[in-house]
């Protein structure tokens, strides 16, 4: 019976000292979101992680445009972003959201990998799923709109397809801390 015991203490020891028990409560994702900045601007309110920035954005329906730091090219322009957008919503919001990504899908730069329903925040919205290419960069894409007031607004997050997944944690903290102030 003494044997199984010290067997027993061995194996949770091998896996405690390989990391597989995290007994300091230490979560990988918050730790790299060491600063938090906020702003507040056409209607909504967020936070972000500290080595992200205000950066400028090539669409005319943005209201705020969020780039990793070491992202941001000659022109201002960040490659791994958060845009939020703001636009007037023609006829019913869905159709208008579903006319945009049929409009999109037609044209061979773009590839729609998923779309439906979400809620974040209490907010039900919807999400599309897409890469495009713009023949030196693809990226990947997620796209979360609501309907708030009568307007669609949308968040945008996007980084070349090599680059999204490491960027993860940080979009969710800033769709996580998006607020609607109007």
């Known amino acids: 019976m003494k044997k199984y015991i010290i067997g027993i203490l061995v194996v949770l020891l091998v896996i405690f000292c390989s990391g597989c028990i995290d007994l300091g409560g230490n ?3 918050n730790d790299n979101i060491t600063e938090v900045q906020s702003i507040s601007k056409g209607g909504v309110s967020i936070q972000y992680p ?16 969020l780039s990793q730091s070491d992202s941001i090219d000659m022109s201002k322009v960040g490659q791994v972003t958060v845009n939020i957008e703001k636009r ?9 959201v579903n006319s945009t990504y049929d409009a999109i899908e037609e044209q061979e730069e773009f590839t729609l990998i998923s779309s ?16 495009s290419n713009d023949g030196n ?10 309907n708030h007031n009568g307007e669609a607004y949308v968040i945008l997050c996007s980084a070349p397809v090599s680059q999204y997944a490491q ?5 969710d903290f800033i769709v996580e801390n998006f607020k609607f102030i109007a």
């Open 50 to 65: 500290g080595d992200w920035v205000v950066s400028q954005s090539s669409s005319n329906y943005s209201v705020l445009a």
């Open 137 to 146: 960069v693809t990226k990947e894409h997620s796209a979360l709109w609501f």
């Open 88 to 96: 007037p919503i023609e006829g019913d919001f869905n159709n208008f």
């Open 116 to 131: 439906g329903a979400v809620i974040v925040n209490d907010l039900e919205g919807l999400q599309y799923i897409y890469q």
């Open 27 to 29: 979560n990988e994702e």
């Open 167 to 171: 960027n993860q944690g940080a979009f």
